[in-house]
C-alpha cells in the first residue's frame, strides 16, 4: 500500500518503520506512529490534520466543456467527406440532398458526444462508494461525524452493516468480517484480525487493515484511520482509472483509414477527370465542374455511416435480447473481433453460491451434485449412487451441519435465496437434498444452548435435544482446530481411534481441488444438560464425522461458453482475486486452455516481479492469474493488448473498474456489480452469465458482417457509376448518368437495398472461425477483388445499354439514360441477393429466402423505380422518358447475369485455397458450418 505522503512527526519512529506498510506494523506502534491514545484526537488535532491531509474525499478531475467535447467529434476523416459532399450538391442546387448529408453528420456526432458523457460517470461513481458517517473518538467521546472529515490518527469503530469510512489499521476485532469483494475480488468476506501480517502479503490477505468503501457483514471493531481520499485503496483506484486511456475500436480505426484512403481517390479521379474533360476534349468550364462534381458524388458513400450506425443499433437490440446491454455503440463491432476475454471468476463464471461438493469420510469420499442453493442433486461413491436414508454416516453428518447453524435458506418467487454466511447456506441446502426439512429437524432436535463462532477459538457448537430426552453437542469449524478436539473417528464400522495423518492427508486432497475446508464432529451431552461452556467444548473427547469440502463451483453454462469460446479463437483468461489453489481448480473445471497443463496458474505477486516483456510472454502461456490487485488487472490487459489481442475484460468490483476502462470491450455485471464497474464499461450483463458475452461475441460478428456487406454493396454501385460516367467523357460521349439522377440512385439504393444488409441474420459458422486481425483493413484483399469485379460487371451493363441506346437504337438521351439507370439498379438488386451470404452460395439450404428484410427492400425498390421511371412529373424532373417491355427483358437478364457470374465467383474461391476472404480463413467455409 502506498505511505501517506503528509505522515505527522513522530519521534519514536525509525526510518526503517515509516518504510513499513501499515498492515505489517504493530498495533500500538501505529497508534505511536499517529501520536493518538485511548481518547483519540482533540478539536484542534483534528482541525490540523483536517487542514493539511485535506477532505475525505476524492477529487474529480478537470474535465473539458460540453462545446469543446462536441466540437471533438467533427474533427473525423469521414465527416470531411460528408460534408465535402454536402457542399458538392449544395453547389449543384440540391438542397434536399444537402440537409440529408448534413442531418446524418449531426446526428452521428450528437450520439458520440451522448456515448462520451456517460463515460465520464465512472469516477463519480466511485466517489459515491464512500462512507457518508461515521463513528469516531474525539476527546474521550464516540461521536458520529461526517467521513468527509475524518483525518489520519482518527479511532474509528466499526460494527456490522457499517461500509467502512477509511483505510485503517485495526486496533481490536471481535469476530469481525468484512465484505471486500469489490476491491479484492474475494468470494466470502475475509476475517480480520488486528495481528500483522508479513509485508509482501497480497491485498486480500492483509487480515489487519479494513479498507475504505467495503463492508462490515459481522462483528465489530476499532481501528486507526492511515489513508484518507486519494491516499485509500479505493483512492488510488480512483487515480488509476482518471489516468487510463480509453482506446480507440478497430471499426473506428478502419473507418479512418478507409476515409483518407477514399479521400485521396475521389480527389485525384476528380481533378484528373476534370482536367482531362476541359484541356483535352473541350469540354465547357461550367459543364466539366458539374461533371467533377458529379463524379465525386457518386463515388462517396453518403449512406455509408446511416447504415453503420443502423447495424450497431440492431445489433444493441439483439444483444438486449440476449442479457447483453450496450452502453457504447462502437462497442458492439469491437466485440466480434474480440480476442481474449479476461474474465472475473467470482459470479460470472461461478455462480457466488457456496456450495456442498464433496463430503470426506474416515473411509471414503462422496460427491455431491447440483450448484447453488437450489436443493437440487444427490450422492455418489465413485461410480455408484448413494441413498441417503440408507446411510447413517452420510445422515448423521448433514443432521449435524443443519443443526449447527445459523443461515436460513427458502424459495421466494421460485427463486432459492439465502440469508446468513454463505458456508452455512451451502450445508443447509446439502440437507436439503438429502430429504431433510429445516424446520422440522430444528424441532426435533431443538437447540437448547450455542457457542458462536468466534475468531479467537475458530467453531461453532450447539447443544441440542431430541424427543427422547438425548443430548447431543454438535460442532463444526476450522479443520485443524476441531480435529485438536476429537479422539475418535466415525465409520460405517462405527467409531474408531482418530487417525490424525489420514485426515490431514484427505484434507490436502480435498483443498488441491479448490474447495474450502469445514470439519464436522459430535458427541453425547451430559443428561438433563441445558448450557453449554467453552471449558466443556475444550475438553475435547468429539468424534469427528467428516470434512466438508466448500467451494462456488462453475455455472454449468460458463463451462460450455468457455468452449465455444476457444471454439471461435478466443482466449479466456481468468483473472481473480481468490487464492491460487482454488483458482487453479476452478480453471480445470472450466476447460480453460493452460490449466491443467504445464505453468498451470500465476499469483499477483509473482507479477510484480516480471517487466513488460516478461509479462508479455507470460500472458501467451497462462490463462490464470489469482490473487490480483487493481495493477496486476490493468497491467495484464494492457499485456494482452501490446501482444495484438482485442481484449473484452469482465468485472464486478471497483477494484476492476481501471482494466474495464482500459480494455477495448469493458464488461461490467448488471445484478451485483458496482455501479464504478457499470460506468467504466461498454457493456453490462444482465444476468451477470459468462455465456452471454458468448452470444454478444456471436452478434458482434454478425453486425461486422453486415457492415462489410453494406460496404460491398455501395461501393461497387458508386465506381460502376464513376467509371460509367469517366468513360462517356474519355469517348466525348453525353453523360449517361446526371448529377441529379446519381443522387437519386445513391438514394433509392442506400435507403432500401443497402440499408436491408444492416437487418441480415448471422451467416452459417460466425462461431467456428477465428476473430480476425485487429491490423486488417475494413478493405481486406477479398474485398479488393470483389468491388472493382462486381463494380466492372455493372459498368458494362449501364454504359453498354446507354451506348446501344444510343448508337444502334438511336433513341433520345433521355430515353437511354432511363435504360441505363435502371439496368445499374437491376444489377444491384440482383447483386443484393448475391450477399445473403459474403462467399458460401445463396440457393444451399435456400439461405437466399432466410432474410425478410433484403426481400421487402426490394419490393419497395421496384415500387420506387416504376415511379421514377412512369411518373410524369418524375421524368419531367430527372429528365427521362419511359421505357418499353423489350427493354425491360434486357434489364432482367443482365440482373440474371450478375446474380449468376457471382455465385460462379464464389464456387471458384472457395476452390483456391490461397484467397483470403477477410474472414481469418482462406477461400475454404469457415471451420464447424452446420448444415442444413
Not at 495423518?501 to 453425547?524: C, P
Request: proline fraction near 5%; hydrophobic fraction near 45%.
Amino acid at each position: 500500500m502506498a505511505q501517506d505522503p503528509h505522515l505527522p512527526a513522530s519521534g519514536q519512529s525509525t526510518e526503517a518503520e515509516s518504510q513499513t506498510p501499515w498492515h505489517a506494523r504493530d498495533a500500538q506502534a501505529v497508534r505511536e506512529h499517529w501520536q493518538v491514545g485511548e481518547q483519540g484526537l482533540s478539536a484542534d488535532e483534528a482541525r490540523d490534520r483536517l487542514a493539511r491531509h485535506g477532505a475525505n474525499r476524492l477529487v474529480p478531475p478537470e474535465r473539458a466543456s460540453a462545446l469543446v467535447r462536441f466540437a471533438r467529434h467533427f474533427h473525423n476523416i469521414l465527416i470531411y467527406i460528408l460534408l465535402a459532399a454536402a457542399l458538392g450538391t449544395a453547389l449543384l442546387g440540391h438542397w434536399v440532398d444537402t440537409g440529408v448529408i448534413l442531418a446524418v453528420v449531426l446526428i452521428n456526432t450528437l450520439i458520440g458526444f451522448v456515448q462520451e458523457g456517460k463515460a465520464e460517470q465512472a469516477l463519480d461513481a466511485i466517489r459515491k462508494m464512500l462512507s457518508p458517517m461515521a463513528v469516531v473518538v474525539r476527546e474521550g467521546k464516540r461521536r458520529e461525524i461526517p467521513a468527509e472529515e475524518i483525518v489520519p490518527g482518527d479511532l474509528v469503530y466499526l460494527q456490522a452493516g457499517d461500509k467502512v469510512p477509511a483505510d485503517l489499521r485495526l486496533l481490536e476485532a471481535k469476530n469481525l468480517r468484512i465484505e471486500e469483494a469489490v476491491l479484492t475480488g474475494e468470494s466470502v468476506p475475509v476475517e480480520k484480525d488486528r495481528e500483522p501480517v508479513a509485508e509482501e502479503a497480497a491485498l486480500g490477505d492483509r487480515a489487519s487493515m479494513a479498507w475504505s468503501g467495503t463492508l462490515v457483514t459481522f462483528g465489530r471493531g476499532v481501528g486507526v484511520v492511515v489513508g484518507t481520499g486519494e491516499q485509500t485503496q479505493i483512492g488510488r483506484i480512483s487515480s488509476m482509472l482518471s489516468e487510463v486511456e480509453s482506446l480507440q475500436t478497430p471499426l473506428v480505426r478502419q473507418v479512418e483509414q478507409f476515409g483518407r484512403w477514399l479521400a485521396v481517390v475521389i480527389i485525384a479521379i476528380s481533378a484528373a477527370t476534370f482536367a482531362f474533360g476541359y484541356w483535352v476534349r473541350d469540354y465547357p468550364l461550367d459543364e466539366m465542374f458539374l461533371a467533377a462534381a458529379s463524379l465525386a458524388v457518386s463515388t462517396i458513400p453518403e449512406g455509408l455511416p446511416a447504415i453503420m450506425t443502423i447495424a450497431l443499433a440492431i445489433g444493441v437490440q439483439k444483444m438486449a435480447r440476449r442479457n447483453a446491454i450496450i452502453r457504447k455503440l462502437p462497442a458492439v463491432e469491437t466485440l466480434g473481433s474480440v480476442s481474449a476475454i479476461c474474465s472475473d471468476k467470482t459470479g460470472t463464471l461461478t455462480r457466488n453460491e457456496m456450495t456442498v461438493q464433496s463430503l470426506a469420510f474416515a473411509d471414503r469420499l462422496v460427491e455431491v451434485d447440483g450448484v447453488g442453493y437450489a436443493p437440487h442433486g444427490g450422492f455418489s461413491q465413485g461410480e455408484r449412487d448413494l441413498d441417503p436414508e440408507e446411510d447413517r454416516v452420510l445422515m448423521e453428518t448433514l443432521r449435524a451441519g443443519l443443526l449447527c447453524n445459523d443461515a436460513q435458506v427458502y424459495c421466494r418467487n421460485d427463486e432459492w435465496v439465502m440469508e446468513g454466511d454463505p458456508t452455512e447456506g451451502a450445508l443447509i441446502t446439502a440437507a436439503q437434498k438429502a430429504g431433510l426439512d429445516p424446520e422440522r429437524e430444528r424441532v426435533t432436535y431443538n437447540r437448547v444452548d450455542v457457542i458462536p463462532f468466534e475468531s479467537d477459538h475458530k467453531y461453532m457448537a450447539t447443544l441440542n435435544h431430541d424427543h427422547r430426552n438425548h443430548e447431543v453437542i454438535y460442532l463444526k469449524g476450522a479443520p485443524e482446530r476441531v480435529l485438536e478436539l476429537c479422539h475418535r473417528q466415525m465409520t460405517v464400522e462405527g467409531a474408531q481411534p482418530l487417525d490424525r495423518d489420514h485426515w490431514q492427508s484427505l484434507m490436502d486432497q480435498v483443498a488441491d481441488r479448490g474447495q474450502r475446508l469445514l470439519a464436522i464432529a459430535a458427541r453425547d451431552g451430559k443428561p438433563q444438560q441445558h448450557s453449554l461452556n467453552y471449558d466443556e467444548v475444550e475438553a475435547g473427547d468429539f468424534t469427528l464425522l467428516a470434512l466438508v469440502g466448500i467451494m462456488d463451483p462453475p455455472r454449468d453454462e460458463a463451462i460450455r461458453a468457455v468452449a465455444e469460446c476457444q471454439d471461435a479463437g478466443i482466449r479466456v483468461k481468468m483473472i481473480t482475486g481468490d487464492h491460487l489453489i482454488t483458482a487453479r481448480a476452478v480453471g480445470r473445471m472450466l476447460g480453460i486452455a493452460g490449466a491443467g497443463e504445464g505453468r498451470e496458474a500465476v499469483a499477483g505477486h509473482q507479477l510484480d516481479e516480471m517487466d513488460d516483456a516478461e509479462l508479455q510472454r507470460t500472458v501467451r502461456e497462462v490463462d490464470v492469474f489469482a490473487r490480483t490487485t487493481p495493477e496486476h488487472k490493468l497491467r495484464l490487459v494492457e499485456a494482452l493488448q501490446a501482444d495484438g489481442r482485442i481484449v473484452a475484460m469482465t468485472g464486478d468490483g471497483v477494484n476492476d473498474a481501471p482494466a474495464l476502462k482500459r480494455a477495448d470491450v469493458g464488461v461490467a455485471m448488471g445484478g451485483k456489480g458496482t455501479e464504478a464497474a457499470k460506468e467504466a464499461s461498454e457493456m453490462v450483463l444482465a444476468d451477470d452469465n459468462f455465456v452471454s458475452i458468448a452470444h454478444a461475441v456471436e452478434e458482434g460478428r454478425t453486425v461486422y458482417d453486415n457492415i462489410r456487406k453494406s460496404i460491398l454493396h455501395m461501393l461497387p454501385t458508386n465506381v460502376g457509376q464513376s467509371l460509367t460516367i469517366m468513360m462517356a467523357i474519355l469517348m466525348g460521349l453525353a453523360l449517361p448518368l446526371t448529377p441529379v439522377q446519381v443522387l437519386w440512385v445513391n438514394m433509392v439504393t442506400s435507403v432500401t437495398l443497402a440499408m436491408s444488409l444492416a437487418f441480415q441474420p448471422s451467416e452459417p459458422g460466425v462461431m467456428g472461425r477465428p476473430p480476425r486481425s485487429p491490423d486488417a483493413p475494413l478493405l481486406s484483399g477479398f474485398l479488393l477483388w470483389r468491388i472493382p469485379f462486381v463494380a466492372v460487371l455493372l459498368w458494362i451493363g449501364t454504359f453498354g445499354h446507354f451506348v446501344y441506346m444510343e448508337e444502334v437504337v438511336g433513341a433520345s438521351d433521355e430515353l437511354a439514360r432511363a435504360v441505363a439507370i435502371n439496368t445499374l439498379v437491376a444489377g444491384q438488386a440482383f447483386y443484393l441477393l448475391n450477399l445473403r451470404l459474403i462467399y458460401q452460395p445463396v440457393l444451399k439450404g435456400w439461405e437466399v429466402f432466410r432474410s425478410k428484410a433484403m426481400w421487402a427492400a426490394l419490393g419497395v425498390l421496384v415500387v420506387l423505380q416504376l415511379s421514377f421511371t412512369y411518373l410524369p412529373f418524375m421524368n419531367t424532373l430527372f429528365g427521362l422518358e419511359p421505357i418499353s417491355l423489350a427493354d425491360w427483358g434486357r434489364i432482367l437478364v443482365f440482373g440474371l447475369a450478375v446474380f449468376l457470374i457471382v455465385e460462379l465467383e464464389k464456387w471458384v474461391l472457395r476452390r483456391t485455397p490461397w484467397v483470403d476472404t477477410g474472414n481469418g480463413t482462406s477461400g475454404a467455409a469457415p471451420r464447424h458450418v452446420p448444415s442444413h
